[in-house]
């Protein structure tokens, strides 16, 4: 019986220590009543992420909730691969695809604190190439009737401010509207996974901007081309300084590029096939080293992870002793950067939806992500002053300064995503009770 007990408690041991090596040191809530949040309550957002496992919506997912500094939430829910059956861990890492961003724009703010640049510095400074580029103008000829491309020069540089808060005139050509200035683009292909960085900007710089710098948010390449303003600053390749920069001090030992070691690629979260289409999403092979260190959407983390750079924010900068930002900084990048008199590229409010950066819907936009300015307005519960962004497929953050609360979900899937990011949203709210 003595042996029995002793062998009981060593287990129970092994679980807390399990469970506090796959929070990355977060420190614990003895329970979520501890930090005001209810159990009752969050089991609802277990249970409904189970239920959408069992009908085959989406392969699982793992969802993290930290308040007033402290775990309240960790789960693991569904299948890792559904078709290899398996088990979601709360390790488990996924694509993280624009969730990148928020890495990207931490570098350059780190690099700004140093000295190396100023947002207000244009663009052309780091990158020559940008000088002197022009914008397209898509007009009807009056003779032909046939829509042209009119090349007009730009009335300002693009700047690093703009790159940051998307208004640099560039575009991601897979969104919004079609025209003959993303047909450019598309030629051009500045999204291929086979260059580098430096090769990026160079077919960047051959195709005409989409608006005159400063005057129009675009969800666009902007942060790809911070990811080369770090390389060419700091004289090491950009998967080196968000390594040795961000993740060594902040211990996120499965956040990068790419997933090295067979023992961690058997961790990798997998795109199931979607029931409505018959068709896997197709998703980026991150067992080997990128050509393209996309900093807009190249990214893998944990969930874990992630919750560890968000804490960093919510913490004004510094986690366990370790300060990447001052606390003004932080506040600069939280705060809304779009005027009110900016316009938006056509048909992208239908694309994010609750995600889109107008007052329209509550919604403006920071230094790498979306930010929360009006109460109501939104569909989503939050508070004025939370941000948050999302990736590709089904992953989403946000962070809630007033509620002291930081929230992650991973899942690897396009079908309903942003149903499961508004879920994830509604349950962690209504589980707040203090």
């Known amino acids: 019986m003595k042996f029995s007990k002793r062998i009981m408690a060593v287990t129970v041991l092994f679980l807390l220590l ?9 420190p614990q809530a003895k329970n979520p009543e501890e930090v005001g949040m209810s159990s009752e309550r969050l089991a609802r957002l277990t249970s409904g992420l189970q239920e959408a496992v069992d009908k085959g919506t989406i392969p699982g997912a793992v969802g993290i909730v930290l308040r007033k500094g402290k775990v309240a939430y960790f789960e693991a829910i569904g299948f890792q691969d559904r078709d290899k059956k398996t088990p979601m861990a709360k390790d488990s890492i996924f694509r993280i695809y624009s969730m990148s961003k928020v890495f990207t724009s931490l570098a350059i703010m780190m690099l700004m604190e140093e000295g190396k640049l100023l947002l207000t510095d244009p663009v052309s400074k780091f990158l020559p190439e940008l000088k002197d580029m022009k914008v397209g103008i898509q007009r009807s000829n009056e003779y032909t009737g046939k829509e042209e491309l009119l090349l007009v020069p730009a009335n300002r540089e693009m700047t690093i401010h703009d790159l940051l808060r998307h208004t640099s005139g560039l575009t991601y050509w897979v969104f919004g509207k079609p025209s003959l200035n993303k047909d450019q683009w598309k030629k051009n292909n500045p999204l291929d996974y086979k260059q580098t960085l430096a090769e990026m900007v160079t077919k960047i710089s051959k195709v005409p901007l989409c608006y005159q710098p400063g005057t129009t948010w675009d969800y666009s390449q902007s942060t790809d081309v911070l990811g080369r303003i770090v390389e060419v600053i700091s004289g090491v390749s950009f998967d080196a300084f968000i390594a040795e920069r961000i993740a060594k001090p902040l211990k996120l030992t499965d956040s990068g590029f790419w997933v090295e070691g067979a023992d961690r690629q058997t961790r990798i979260a997998e795109p199931q096939v979607n029931p409505a289409t018959g068709k896997k999403p197709s998703a980026l092979d991150v ?3 990128p050509n393209w260190l996309s900093g807009g959407g190249g990214m893998v983390s ?3 992870d992630y919750a560890r750079l968000c ?3 919510l913490s004004g900068g510094i986690l366990d002793g370790v300060r990447l930002l001052s606390p003004k900084t932080v506040e600069l990048m939280t705060s809304n950067h779009l005027p009110a008199t900016i316009k938006y590229a056509p048909k992208l409010q239908m694309q994010l939806g609750p995600s889109f ?6 919604n ?4 790498g992500f ?8 939104n569909p989503q519960p939050g508070s004025v002053g939370d941000y948050s962004w999302a990736g590709y497929l089904g992953t989403y953050f946000w962070v809630d300064p007033e509620e002291e609360l930081v929230a992650v979900i991973m899942i690897q899937t396009r079908a309903q995503r ?3 990011r508004t879920f994830m949203r509604d349950m962690v709210y209504q589980a707040i009770i203090d």
Do not use: D, I, N, W
């Open 18 to 26: 399990a469970v506090t090596a796959f929070a990355q040191g977060l």
């Open 357 to 362: 950066p107008s007052p329209e819907v509550g």
């Open 370 to 377: 979306l930010v929360r300015v009006a109460p109501g307005m």
């Open 418 to 420: 942003v149903y499961y």
């Open 364 to 367: 403006g936009f920071g230094l």
């Open 302 to 304: 944990t969930a874990s």
């Open 287 to 289: 067992t080997k080293r």
């Open 311 to 313: 804490q960093l924010f």
